[in-house]
């Protein structure tokens, strides 16, 4: 089976979708698939390697309106004059052109990865094309998936038709020493991690107010915020807020990321807004004691696996913070709670295999059963 990945920045490359894909490329790829991922020249960190099949970088416009259509035009251009069995589409916003192959008669997969149009970051024009980016997406496609169930029963419940829940996976970690972070004054467990894109509804503003209000932090201890802080108003204003023995190294990449993760002695993810956060996932695979806000999307990964507070509440994250920092058999039990968790529930070997299926449904003409979609 030849498949295209559309709507992901390419691999290797930041950012959650494409994490995503690069996971789901590597297995497709093991399990004797044809994987052609487009991309965007400017947004590569490295070359690709093996595991990323065919990269294809196609033009487009650059800004933060204008890149994901045009890159997302380019690329079905280019698919168009390929045989492809299956184009798997990613996120609303490509799927504003998921017509084009489905009106060649090439299948069409649409994963759905979190509630983009409703995220704080987008103005109120930006939150309805990617509302018409989904209703395109779901008439359009043979199958759609989710990485959740609780959003796949949200789509499925609105739009009338069956939505599979596919979710993130998770690989096997190794222990990795404590070398590269030490350019930054870490030690082991002397540090809380904060992992994502720097944007409003990431809650890092939260994450930093609650952490300057903290009365002791031991030894020491001190705040990393990994990410692209340079990119946004919002994330400049994060950097210059930020009190003492706070540090933001920027966006990093494995084996750094790996180590980063290794070494925390608590991670924070306090979101507003997720999908199925591979933050977690992540976290839990290297053991971490995790504290994260209390949406559904959260607890529904971990479930007693964590700590929680309530979303956006400053005063609580600082508590629980403040507590877990000071409390290291509870930090290890919690740890071992959620690798254990992880490893028995997200993998991506399965999670590949279900998609796997998918395709082969709706290539034999049997895609998920459509209803009549909610008003």
């Not at 099949?53 to 933060?64: A, F």
């Not at 204003?237 to 933001?248: L, Q, T």
């Not at 629980?320 to 039990?333: A, D, N």
Request: hydrophobic share 40%; proline share 6%.
């Amino acid at each position: 089976m030849r498949i295209a990945m559309v709507g992901s920045r390419g691999i290797p490359a930041p950012g959650g979708v494409e994490s995503v894909v690069r996971a789901l490329t590597k297995h497709l790829l093991a399990r004797g698939h044809e994987v052609i991922v487009y991309g965007r020249a400017h947004c590569l960190v490295g070359a690709p390697g093996p595991e990323a099949g065919t990269v294809i970088l196609t033009p487009g416009l650059r800004g933060k309106h204008a890149e994901t259509i045009t890159h997302t035009a380019s690329a079905m251009w280019d698919l168009m004059r390929r045989k492809v069995d299956v184009v798997h589409v990613h996120s609303p916003g490509p799927a504003l052109l998921s017509w084009v192959p489905a009106l060649a008669g090439r299948p069409v997969v649409f994963t759905v990865h979190g509630p983009d149009w409703r995220g704080r970051k987008w103005s109120g024009p930006a939150k309805s094309l990617l509302s018409l980016g989904l209703r395109i997406g779901m008439r359009t496609a043979a199958a759609v998936t989710a990485v959740s169930k609780l959003l796949a029963d949200e789509l499925s419940e609105r739009f009338g038709r069956e939505v599979a829940c596919v979710p993130n996976g998770t690989e096997p970690v190794r222990a990795a020493p404590l070398e590269r972070i030490r350019r930054w004054g870490l030690a082991h467990e002397n540090y809380a991690l904060f992992v994502g894109r720097v944007e409003p509804g990431k809650g890092l503003d939260v994450l930093l107010e609650a952490w300057s209000s903290i009365a002791s932090k031991p030894g020491g201890c001190k705040l990393v915020v990994v990410g692209d802080w340079r990119a946004s108003t919002y994330g400049r204003a994060c950097r210059r807020a930020a009190g003492e023995n706070v540090i933001f190294p920027g966006t990093q990449s494995e084996p750094t990321l790996g180590e980063l993760y290794a070494h925390a002695c608590v991670v924070v993810q306090p979101s507003v807004l997720e999908g199925m956060s591979l933050i977690l996932l992540e976290a839990a695979a290297h053991g971490r004691c995790i504290i994260a806000s209390n949406i559904p999307e959260n607890v529904g990964v971990l479930g007693d696996s964590a700590v929680y507070f309530n979303c956006e509440d400053a005063g609580e994250l600082a508590e629980k913070m403040g507590r877990y920092l000071q409390r290291p058999r509870e930090r290890q039990r919690l740890g071992a709670s959620a690798r254990d968790l992880v490893r028995s529930s997200y993998s991506w070997a399965a999670s590949a295999a279900e998609m796997e299926k998918v395709y082969r449904r709706v290539l034999s003409g049997r895609p998920g059963r459509a209803r009549k979609e909610r008003t």
